[in-house]
């Protein structure tokens, strides 16, 4: 079972919402998109190019390579086939590894005991040839096998990523209810901000959205601020040619941006953890954070966006006060950022409606299984320009 010199499927997965982001990205890295799925999009590729995925792709979760398909109609159906493959070239006999899946077959009940019967079939096998068995169990910190069983049909891959690609390694500081980082991006993706024009977030908490646009600025793939990937810890792992694609991804980002960007918020500890944050991902200079309230969030003459991402409102109590908290972004708006794009993230179209501004585009994303969209405004300046 050599990965190495072989071209294979690549499933990258993403939360729902984020595939057509996803295959921008993909287009944009010369990958063809083969397939699509609600929450993944499939392209081909050899291990180098799953490695490079790994440093460049912003909106996805993991990166799947593509091992082996068969058939498999009950648990110990699955441990023989499983058990006849070559693992020893794969998992080394001193090594850890996980398994996890997705299953929807009949004679599962909880994909936990999938789980065992691949690993079981795993071990054994790398125990009858090499001697000695690996250790596993649920930590995706190294070596990562992942099942996809649907009725008869089974589909091994190696999840290349090991932890999911939302894990930059920056947020060391998330304070409340912080927005993923792959969501972040994504959100920022389908403005069309490149960085040529200001990008303005009141109300940025943690900082995600102003740190991922400033990776997004700067050209700087978010994967080279992780250390470590599934795909080390297997067997033939080349690490020379592994600095070699980050040596060359390093040279690729930019030291420079044409716009602004500037982040506040009304809590002091908030700006404090942002800044942390910033500073732990290398764009701290980029980005020039404020303690204000968002109505009082300086913005530079000229063009760019606005985006803020302000709380739901869970409970009764929770959406009367942030009624009026919609309808302040909506005058914040009108008055301070004409000529900008604006834009609201939010899960309660309801309260949106305050904002008293008409919509140009709604777009639909999904923040962990809170169905939420990304409101488009034209901020002209006056009334409405033919």
């Not at 799953?50 to 110990?76: S, V, Y």
């Not at 999938?114 to 001697?131: S, Y």
């Not at 942002?274 to 500073?279: G, I, P, R, S, Y």
């Amino acid at each position: 079972m050599n990965i190495w010199d072989k071209k294979s499927r690549i499933v990258i997965t993403c939360a729902k919402g984020i595939v057509p982001f996803l295959k921008e990205e993909l287009h944009a890295l010369e990958f063809p998109v083969l397939s699509e799925g609600m929450a993944s999009a499939e392209t081909e590729g050899t291990m180098d190019d799953a490695m490079r995925l790994n440093l460049f792709i912003r909106t996805g979760h993991r990166i799947l390579f593509f091992l082996e398909r068969f058939k498999a109609r009950h648990p110990d159906e699955l441990y023989r086939v499983v058990s006849e493959m070559k693992w020893e070239t794969l998992i080394s006999e001193d090594g850890y590894f996980c398994v996890t899946s997705t299953v929807d077959n009949p004679t599962i009940k909880d994909s936990r005991f999938a789980n065992v019967k691949c690993k079981d079939a795993i071990v054994d096998r790398i125990k009858k040839t090499c001697g000695r068995r690996p250790d596993s169990g649920s930590e995706r910190d190294r070596a990562v096998m992942h099942l996809f069983w649907k009725d008869e049909t089974c589909s091994l891959f190696v999840d290349t990523s090991g932890q999911p690609l939302s894990k930059r390694g920056y947020r060391k500081i998330p304070l409340k209810a912080p927005m993923q980082e792959t969501l972040a991006a994504g959100v920022i993706l389908a403005t069309g901000w490149k960085g040529n024009s200001n990008f303005i977030n009141p109300m940025c908490g943690s900082g995600t959205l102003a740190i991922e646009a400033a990776l997004i600025g700067l050209g700087r793939p978010p994967g080279l601020l992780r250390s470590h990937y599934g795909f080390m810890y297997l067997k033939g792992f080349n690490e020379s040619s592994w600095n070699e694609i980050r040596r060359r991804v390093r040279a690729t980002a930019r030291d420079w941006m044409d716009g602004k960007i500037i982040a506040t918020d009304i809590s002091a500890e908030a700006i404090q953890g942002a800044k942390k944050n910033a500073q732990t991902a290398g764009v701290d200079r980029w980005i020039d954070f404020g303690i204000c309230p968002y109505g009082d969030t300086p913005v530079p003459n000229g063009e760019g966006v606005v985006m803020l991402n302000p709380e739901y409102g869970e409970r009764m109590g929770e959406r009367e006060a942030l009624r009026e908290v919609y309808k302040g972004i909506g005058d914040f708006f009108k008055k301070r950022c004409q000529g900008y794009q604006g834009y609201i993230f939010t899960g309660n179209l309801d309260l949106a409606k305050r904002v008293g501004l008409r919509t140009k585009r709604k777009i639909p994303f999904y923040n962990s299984n809170i169905e939420c969209r990304l409101l488009e405004y034209d901020l002209y300046e006056g009334s409405q320009k033919k």
